[in-house]
């Protein structure tokens, strides 16, 4: 497996310092902090921005998937703004997030799309990203290998038969922010390539969202940025999460 380019710390600082609330004020954190196991928690989520958009109100995908009746159970949320899937150093990586030895009985995760992002552009000053098709196609492969063994590891460490859930990513409208709407083929084929794990293991499930984060259909669920979901559509895709958590 080759080693892939990667950009520079300075690169990544700013994309971790992008505001993420969305100017909403509104929290549900008070409810969150209810859940019975909120101070022991065996559920675990893992991940980039997708995972961690709107966390700080706890309006996020896995809060409102935690506040489901049929769930009622908290998930421990580590993911990180700016995440990619896999660093040589290991830092900032979605794989470090994921702690060993925990009693995680279910994990969920997103990651991936930074990878493209940050990896397969020519001319990240001109707003120009996931342009050179051969490398994105072998970032793509790389990152289906990497997530293969992750769900190895997950599972050599973690109680039997833990239930894994990998989200997918969405179609991206014109105008996403940093051009990520760019990378929307690469980030279909790596759907692709999830699912075809998740299908070789019942254990693990991919979760598709592309219905649900339909931008001509519901603008409402997509941040001002274009690319996160807004509390609405964080919401949509909590509500599909809750009864593949809760084994429905």
Known sequence: ?????????????????????????????????ELPDYNAPTSLAVGDSILAWNSPTCRGIT????????????????????AQFSTPSGLFDVRSQYEEGGPWQRVVMTGGANDLRLDCSTDEQQGQTCDIEDECLQIVNDLEVEMADFIH?????????????I?????????????????????AELNARYEDLANADPDVTFMVT????????????????????????AEK????????????
């Open 1 to 33: 497996m080759r080693q892939r380019a990667r950009r520079s710390v300075s690169t990544l600082v700013a994309l971790w310092l992008v505001p993420f609330l969305g100017g909403c004020s509104d929290t549900l954190c008070p409810e969150v902090k």
């Open 63 to 82: 809060d409102y998937a935690a506040l489901d009746p049929d769930v009622n159970s908290y998930i421990k949320k580590k993911a990180l703004i700016g």
């Open 153 to 165: 590891l997950i599972q050599n460490d973690g109680p039997p038969d833990a239930e894994i859930v």
């Open 167 to 187: 989200i997918g990513y969405y179609e991206l409208p014109d105008g996403a922010t940093r051009g990520f709407n760019l990378c929307n083929p690469y980030m």
């Open 210 to 233: 592309l219905d649900l984060m339909d931008y001509e259909q519901h603008p409402d669920r997509f941040a001002p940025d274009l690319l996160h979901p807004s509390p609405a559509g």
């Open 237 to 248: 895709m909590g509500q599909r999460l809750a009864p593949i958590l809760a084994g429905q």
